[in-house]
């Protein structure tokens, strides 16, 4: 074995972090270094490792050799029991090398007694997992060769492609993981980039995002299909897919010129897809018009293209949710109602010409109904079909904060029909779930049903203080919406429950401030609030006179700032000053005519 007086005090950090790593799950021998002084370089230190690397290997039997060279081939996190499993037979297979000793468990303890590897024992029922030096790893990769590595990316790009096969639906049967799924897509796209698979690392990473849209997954597919894209220009609308969730602005703008270079070329299929992605971008950002628009232009390039009924039911299902966004519940209820009734004579398995997966048809459809059933206050309706979409996503194992989201939709339909304790329940969990995951849109959501249903339940204080809470996460947020409706949500507890009046006013007068200079759609609803406190408590409501004796009134809420969020929203100081004189003028004047028409 060889040994070398050298210590990694003045190593560059991130070598240094790799080999105390390495060393403190058992890694290395234990006098590899000595405790000399510091007198290598990060250079001199790395060239040491390497060369003790391929001694080392170079006494391991042919079985010990070929397991290194795969723990060092596969990504960090396939270096686990279960995929040595998989894959070794395989790559042993493909390289001929089944006629000399094979016994993995064999070969890993060679390799973890030369030092080479270390045994990392995961939490129970996890598989047994091994960590190596990154230095360590990069001469095995080196030293399997160019047949070796090719080998591992073909054989553990097709074990995920199996996983993802299994667990994803798509086939129209088995059992869905969606959980799973998404893990085993991530995990076969590296393998797929190094054999330069473009065609399939974009088809994988669409699958894994529309499963998975969070910032994070997003954030962990980008490069792969930058990479893909830059080597073949037709996967932009991959490119897009990813885009939609990182940059909603750009995304859009690749789309529509890949929307029309697809139509241009008679590629309906393609076609069909970024229409509907598109559709979505517009209903996201408020242009329901133009999501119509686009939801149309997608049923009729699925038919242009030849696609099947699972595809042509999956657009009727999208164009569903733009109708509803344009307040059409009640044909949507009917339709969505019809179509499930359709959906059930197809045929359980898609053909070839249907690239959806029966469970995403279903749950567009199962949405679509349950809320047009919440728009038209069918409160009975909306649960049951929400418990159906609930269900058919427990059967495939979807992540939990995506179950959280449509459990979240049921708190108000059981607020309304006086399950109050249910949704308490329901809420509580939620919440939750979304503070492990940090999603602050969610929690910000949560807290406002919270507080929602104290009030219901007369906990004033507690209502309250949720909605202060919410305002918060609104804050955090930049969602003048959100800060709107809490500042006219905060108005009515402190009034109903807390015998505040002038909080009140000035959380009202706060509300119809922020929606003037916003988004407008609140204003009247915040004005009138505040006209009903100055007419039944009078006096003690007292009137602010400027943007900073309002915001003195409202009192501390940490995490708000309405004077700054005001000087951000109004062109000067000046115009946010008038409109707040504007608004007390037009509730003084309000005020007097209920009071003169009492008299």
Wanted: charged share 20%; with cysteine.
């Amino acid at each position: 074995m060889v040994t070398t007086e050298l210590r990694t005090g003045s190593l560059a950090a991130l070598v240094k972090d790799g080999d105390q790593a390495w060393r403190r799950v058992g890694g290395l021998p234990a006098n590899f270094f000595s405790d000399g002084p510091a007198t290598a370089s990060g250079g001199d230190y790395l060239q040491i490792l390497t060369t003790w690397t391929q001694a080392v290997v170079d006494i391991l039997a042919l079985g010990g050799q070929d397991l290194f060279w795969l723990l060092s081939c596969l990504e960090a996190r396939d270096r686990d029991r279960q995929v040595l499993d998989n894959v070794w037979p395989l790559v042993r297979q493909e390289l001929n090398h089944t006629g000399q000793p094979d016994d993995l468990s064999q070969a890993v303890a060679a390799v973890a007694a030369a030092g080479l590897a270390a045994i990392r024992l995961e939490a129970e029922n996890r598989p047994e997992a091994y960590t190596l030096h990154p230095q360590v790893a990069a001469t095995g990769r080196d030293r399997a060769g160019a047949p070796f590595r090719k080998a591992v990316d073909e054989v553990t790009a097709g074990f995920w492609y199996e996983v993802y096969g299994r667990t994803s639906g798509e086939g129209g049967d088995g059992d869905v993981d969606t959980e799973l799924s998404v893990q085993a897509g991530l995990s076969a796209i590296p393998y797929l980039t190094r054999q330069q698979q473009w065609e399939d690392v974009s088809a994988l990473v669409a699958r894994v995002i529309d499963r998975n849209t969070t910032l994070a997954n997003a954030a962990a597919l980008l490069p792969a299909i930058q990479q893909a894209t830059r080597h073949d220009p037709s996967q932009a609308d991959t490119m897009a897919l990813v885009l939609q969730v990182l940059d909603p602005t750009a995304a859009e703008a690749v789309m529509r010129e890949y929307l029309d270079a697809s139509v241009a070329s008679g590629d309906y299929r393609a076609a069909s897809v970024v229409a509907g992605r598109l559709m979505y971008l517009c209903r996201q950002s408020g242009r329901p018009a133009e999501a119509l628009d686009f939801a149309d232009r997608q049923i009729t390039y699925t038919t242009q293209a030849g696609l099947g009924p699972w595809t042509q039911l999956a657009d009727q299902a999208q164009r569903l949710q733009v109708l509803n966004d344009m307040g059409q519940a009640s044909d949507v209820r009917t339709e969505s109602a019809r179509l499930r009734d359709h959906m059930a004579t197809l045929p359980p398995v898609p053909v070839l010409s249907d690239p959806v997966a029966p469970w995403s048809v279903r749950e567009g459809l199962l949405d679509a109904g349950s809320e047009a059933a919440r728009q038209l206050e069918e409160w009975a309706e909306a649960l049951a079909l929400n418990a159906a979409m609930i269900a058919s996503q427990r059967s495939r194992n979807v992540p939990p904060i995506e179950l959280a989201q449509t459990r979240y939709r049921d708190y108000f339909p059981l607020l309304r029909l006086g399950r109050v304790d249910e949704a308490l329940a329901m809420l509580q969990d939620c919440l939750e779930v979304f503070q492990d995951a940090r999603h602050v849109t969610m929690i910000g959501s949560t807290l406002f049903a919270l507080a929602d249903v104290e009030d219901e339940r007369g906990h004033g204080d507690a209502a309250i203080g949720f909605q202060r809470d919410a305002l918060r996460y609104a804050y955090s947020g930049d969602d003048v919406t959100s800060i709107t409706i809490g500042y006219n949500n905060l108005g009515n507890y402190l009034a109903h429950h807390a015998s505040q009046p002038a909080q009140a006013l000035a959380s009202h007068l706060a509300a119809a401030v922020v929606s003037a200079l916003g988004d407008r759609a609140a204003v009247q609803a915040s004005v009138n609030a505040a006209t009903a406190d100055l007419y039944e408590f009078g006096a003690d409501a007292a009137l602010p006179t400027s943007v900073t004796m309002l915001d003195e009134q409202l009192g501390p809420i940490p995490g708000t700032n309405l004077p700054g969020l005001i000087a951000k929203l109004s062109p000067d100081s000046e115009t946010a000053e008038e409109l707040l004189l504007v608004i007390i003028t037009q509730v003084q004047d309000l005020a007097t005519a209920l009071t003169s028409g009492e008299s």
